[in-house]
Structures are given as C-alpha cells and as structure tokens.
C-alpha cells in the first residue's frame, strides 16, 4: 500500500529500493519540536540487510504524528495573532520602514488571507499529516524488515500498545494502516491505555522529577531570553513588522509556532508568518527551544534521563525471551520519552553542557530538537540473529546510529549491550530514584 503524497520518487530497479524526496525549504530546518517529520525523514524504501545475519525481532517507539497546538495555545493564536497580523498589513506599504517593505507583495497577500485554523475543541489532535507521517513510516519500515514487519497481521505477531490520548490512539491505528491496510488496520487489537504508564510514559510516576526540575523554571532558559541575542531578535521582529517595541518575547514565540505548525500542517502552502524571520533569527528561537528540553528532558539533569530504565529494561526483556512471538513491539508515546531515552542510551551527548552564554559556539551541537525531536520521530531497535550470536541494529528517525556500547559497528552485540547498559538493565530501581525524600 504506497500513498505517496506530493512526493517525486526516484526508483533503482536494479536494487528494488526507491527514494521520495519532499521540497524541503531552508526555513523548515529550524523548526523545534514542531519540525514535521519529512525533514527528517528516511525516505529511501528497500531493505536492509547485513550480511549473515537475519531479523529476528524489533523493538519500536514512537511519537505521535504531526498535531494541533494545546488548548492554551490555540487560544492565543486565535486572539492575539489576528491583532499581530492587522498591525502589519495595517503598516505595510506606508513607508513606516525600510524592513518592513522587504516582506514580499505575496507574504502580505498570504497574511490578509490568513485565518485561524484551529478550534479549542481540536486542541492536540492529530493532523492529517500525522497520518501520513505513520504511514509513511511503517511502510518503509517494513520494506526494510519484512520478516519483522509481516503485512499480514496476527495479534500473536504484533504487540501495539497508546497512551490515553487521542494524538498517540489515531498514530498507532494510521501506522497499522500502512502495515496491514485500511480495512485489516481495524481489527487490529489495542489495550486499554493507561493514565500512568510506567513504560510509555514512566516520568508521569516520577514525582522526584516532576516537583524537582519539571516544575522549577529553567535557569538557562531565562537567560537566555535576556541575552542580547534574544532581545536582538525581538527588535529585528518589531522592526519587520513596522512596530518599536511593540511585540515581546511571547508574542515573537507565538509567531514563531504559528510558522512551524502552519508548516507541519501544509506540505504545499508557506506559512505567512514565516516570512517575519530571517533564518538567524530562526536560528536564535531554535536555541531556546534546544535549551528548553535539553534541561526538561535531556542532560541537563541526570534523574532525567536515568529514570527511562523501564523503557530499556522492557526491549531487553522482549529480546532474552526465548518465545519467537511478539515479533513486533511497538508503542505510541510523546516527546518526553523519546528524548529522555536517547540521553539514557547517551546519544546526541556534546561535549560541554548546553548552556545560555555559549550560543554561539553551539552552532554544531548534537542536541538539536528540530532533527531529533520531530513529529513521529522514532527509535527502533531490531535484534539480529548472525549465526549463533544475537545482535542489535538501532535506528532512530530510520536512519541507522551507532550506540556508545558499539561505536565501531552498526550492529551491537546483545550482551555487550546489557553489559554496557548494566545500570539500567540489571539495576532500574525506578521507585527509589523518582521517591521524593
Ligand atoms: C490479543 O492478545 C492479548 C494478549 O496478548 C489478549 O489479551 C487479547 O484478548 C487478544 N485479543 C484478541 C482480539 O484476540
Ligand atoms: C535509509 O533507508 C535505506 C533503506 O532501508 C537504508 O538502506 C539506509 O541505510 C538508510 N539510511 C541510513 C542513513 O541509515
């Protein structure tokens, strides 16, 4: 089943592997957490095999797909973007300033056309282009690891498993679609979710964590926003629109998610609001963002990252079992535990901490959210048999990284992997490390 949006397909008969390009503009490679996963995307179909080796079983997790701005958000973009949008087209054309005259005649068209397109009652749902993000994903997927990923489906092949939320129930069914096929995709068997799960979401039950650094204000983060930088780029803002000091730091936030959900949401259309950012600018919001999670969810903070164990322990589980089946274990989650689990396996690690002052030395950090915490973005662990010995292949966002227990090799031995991963794997006491004293 190939759905194929707007894509160009460039195909290699010789190989059967086949690659879909999108148009990726400049402007869409700074775009956070709200990056849409075809900038990131593998899009090369086809298999990959090493050689003496078989796949023998995988270990998935994934984000939700492209959505909808939380309620809080949709409120603002429904109130005070509108009073933004006729303060420009308000100035536009009038010689209030030089900047403002350098937004193109069709960025201001596309502006007095601009209409809000979210209601509060779809605050967080799944877009359409979260759908097509799964789809697209688990197609792929299975071209590479067809024996892993059958396209018939049995409840005994497949272990599928959501948290409670509309956003990550809709994934899981849209990705079964592109596994098995609209209408076999419904009969596809889910548990029930759960408001607290210790594997999907285990930082919902760390209470140490969640009074301790997720609810304590982000110290770099507010420096940050007073660094020169960042008071530079809201005058560059203001100055664009016409406006001196009109605009503040929220609102210049504000801007900048409305450009990057318009732009998750719309292959084709460019956001308007786009078009009030300069790409340093854009690179100056990005680093907010990457601050941002990197002391919320990253390695700013070691209990952070060190209580995603249950996830680690759960793959590690499902490899030693000795059953053939599930072949497949796939779970839909968010953010929070796609990042905390790639600072737990210590990927994406810089040398130095990320911190407010060192922003322009940080142009070539690892820890970029736009490139590693997209929409639908994934880490897949596929364990090889080669022989006698059991391997493990990891991909994140599709494409294959090497984990530090293995750094010469794409494949880890699955023993090497536990030994290097002791902490986590033989010694997760989740609820001593997350108690709160
Ligand atoms: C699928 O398997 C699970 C156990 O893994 C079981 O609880 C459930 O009832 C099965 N569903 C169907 C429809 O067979
Ligand atoms: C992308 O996917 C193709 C097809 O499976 C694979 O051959 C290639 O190695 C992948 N790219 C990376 C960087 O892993």
Known sequence: MFKLLLTLCFIAVIDVSFECTNTVYPFEKYLATKTPYRVVANNTFGKLEYEGCKAIKSWMIVRHGTRNPSDGFVLQYNTRLPDILNLIVTNYGHGVSENIEKISPKDIDLLKKWRSKVGQEDAKKLREEGEDEMILISERMQTRFPEVFPNVYSNTSYKFKYTHTQRTKKSAQYFATGLFGKKTAKDVWFPLPLKRDPILRFYKLCSKWRNTIKKQ?????????????????????????????????????????????????????????????????????????????????????????????????????????????PLSVLYFTHSGTLLKMLAHLGLYKDEKILIANDYEKNGNREWKVSHIDAFATNLAFILHKCGDEEKVLTLHQENVVRLPSCPDSDLCDLQKFKEFYTDSVDHCDFNSMCDTV
């Open 217 to 325: 204000p982000i110290m770099e983060l507010e420096l940050f926003k007073k660094s020169s930088h960042f008071l530079e780029l809201v005058d560059n803002v203001n100055k664009k629109i016409g406006a001196e000091n009109v605009l503040n730091a929220e609102d210049v936030l504000l801007m900048y998610f409305a450009c990057a959900f318009e732009t998750a949401w719309n292959k084709v259309l460019k956001s308007p609001w786009c078009s009030v950012f300069t790409i340093d600018d854009l690179k100056v919001l990005e680093y907010h963002e990457d601050l941002k999670y990197y002391w919320i969810d990253g390695y700013g903070h070691q209990l952070t990252y060190q209580q995603a164990c249950p996830a680690i322990v759960d793959m590690v589980e499902h490899f030693d079992n000795k059953e053939k089946y």
